[in-house]
């Protein structure tokens, strides 16, 4: 049934759209040529042949006695009659006499087509003598016939021409859009499970490649997408179930035991575990938002007064902060965004520092350069893209308390990369870890 209807709606295709158009463009060109070449060997005929009898006619009007009829009546195959000022036939050939008797042909300055006897003629006419008018005829049977003939096998030849040129060019469409179906059917059996799987790409390097090519950098990308969606899934899965899991054994152990722990010591633990859970839920609504490509607030931001504010919370907690390193600096984007993005980093500072942490704004030409720099252990080389990617943590020995749900980072870069900016770690002054936010100064 479905490839009936697709036989059926043959001429919705490329390759039908394709041999159609093609074919009506040569019809219409085949067309016109062959009625323009029929018309100018119409032409061409009817003026030779006119000229031959001009020249005849002429030829006969200056003989020697032609005004007196002499030698017309000898005249043999020749329509040719001699007509007075008054317009009878004074003198005419044996077969003009046999044909027309007294009848004499229409005299006119231009030639003129007339049946005689059945058969189509050419009449021209000349001025003699004494005021008379010699008149002949000439048969253009065989000047019709010859048209006949090329009209006939031009409306023969064109036909064959439009089957042939739509033949042809069904062939070469099928022929160079057969790669194209295969590659439709091979992408057609790939599922998610079959994300692995890639379409050839032939040795032609022309359109088709590149179209191979192209589908198979998207298959790659959707497949580093699954698999990082599934990795995600995995991951959030045990973020999530860390702290549930920790509440149900309180709360199991409440009941079996109840001497064993206090209704306080189970509500604080629940009330630990359920913030840790709401930040770990929160965060990841945040990066489905940004995933989703949420459009920041577009407003002016004083990126100075959000460090200056995270120099104070982070003094107030205990840690040393250099903030002498702060200019005046304004963006345009979303303040409750660009103040998650620098709580992000200095708590990650802030837990890597052994005891100094150092916050700078400067702004240089159209950008303004957001650095949170610590005297902690660093970041690798080799781990310095790795870690902005979720749910990483470098020191895996560490507890989840100490090193967070591994969002953060990830967050960081997502709000930079939404707000136009970047993010990148490199080396701090004392041997830590720098990582420096570059964003677009407000204009």
Do not use: C
């Not at 200095?346 to 950008?367: K, S």
């Amino acid at each position: 049934m479905a490839d009936r209807s697709v036989a059926g709606r043959w001429w919705r295709s490329v390759r039908g759209r394709t041999t159609l158009g093609a074919t009506l463009i040569v019809a219409v060109a085949l067309v016109i040529g062959a009625v323009s070449f029929y018309a100018v060997l119409s032409s061409s005929v009817r003026g030779s042949t006119e000229q031959a009898a001009q020249q005849r006619v002429e030829q006969l009007g200056d003989r020697e006695g032609a005004s007196d009829g002499a030698g017309i009546d000898t005249l043999d195959d020749e329509f040719v009659q001699i007509l007075g000022a008054d317009g009878t036939v004074r003198a005419a050939s044996e077969d003009a006499r046999e044909a027309l008797g007294s009848t004499p042909l229409p005299v006119a300055d231009d030639a003129q087509t007339m049946t005689v006897d059945g058969e189509p003629m050419l009449i021209v006419s000349d001025d003699i003598d004494d005021d008379q008018t010699i008149v002949l005829a000439v048969s253009v049977e065989d000047d019709t016939e010859t048209l006949a003939t090329v009209a006939t096998l031009l409306a023969v030849a064109v036909p064959l021409v439009l089957l042939l040129v739509a033949g042809t060019t069904w062939f070469v469409t099928g022929r160079a859009l057969r790669p194209v179906t295969r590659i439709r059917q091979e992408v057609d059996g790939i599922t998610a499970e079959r994300l692995h799987r890639r379409v050839a790409v032939p040795d032609s390097a022309d359109e088709v490649a590149a179209l191979a090519t192209t589908m198979n950098g998207m298959l790659d990308r959707l497949d580093a997408a699954a698999t990082a969606q599934r990795r995600f899934v995995s991951d959030a899965s045990h973020e999530l179930r860390s702290p549930l899991a920790t509440i149900r054994q309180h709360a199991e152990l409440a009941q079996a035991h109840p001497g064993v722990t206090s209704i306080g010591e189970l509500a604080e633990v629940v009330s630990e575990e359920g913030v840790r859970l709401q930040g770990i839920v929160e965060s990841l609504l945040l990066l489905a938002r940004l995933d989703e490509g949420v459009t920041p607030h577009d407003e002016p931001v004083d990126l100075d007064d959000l460090a200056l504010g995270e120099v104070r919370r982070l003094r107030a907690a205990g840690q040393e902060v250099d903030g002498s390193g702060i200019q005046a600096a304004r963006v345009s984007g979303d303040p409750r965004l660009l103040g998650q993005l620098l709580r992000n980093l200095a708590d990650n500072g802030a837990r890597h520092a052994r005891g100094r942490l150092a916050i700078g704004v400067t702004p240089a030409d159209r950008h303004v350069f957001v650095t949170i720099e610590d005297d902690g252990d660093g970041v690798p080389v080799k781990e310095r893209e790795r870690i902005f990617e979720r749910f990483v943590r470098l020191d895996e020995a560490r507890s989840r308390d100490a090193g967070g749900s591994g969002l953060g980072l990830a967050i960081a870069r997502g709000i930079a990369a939404a707000e136009g900016g970047t993010v990148v770690v490199d080396d701090s002054r004392w041997g830590g870890a720098r990582f420096v936010v570059t964003l677009p100064l407000s204009s």
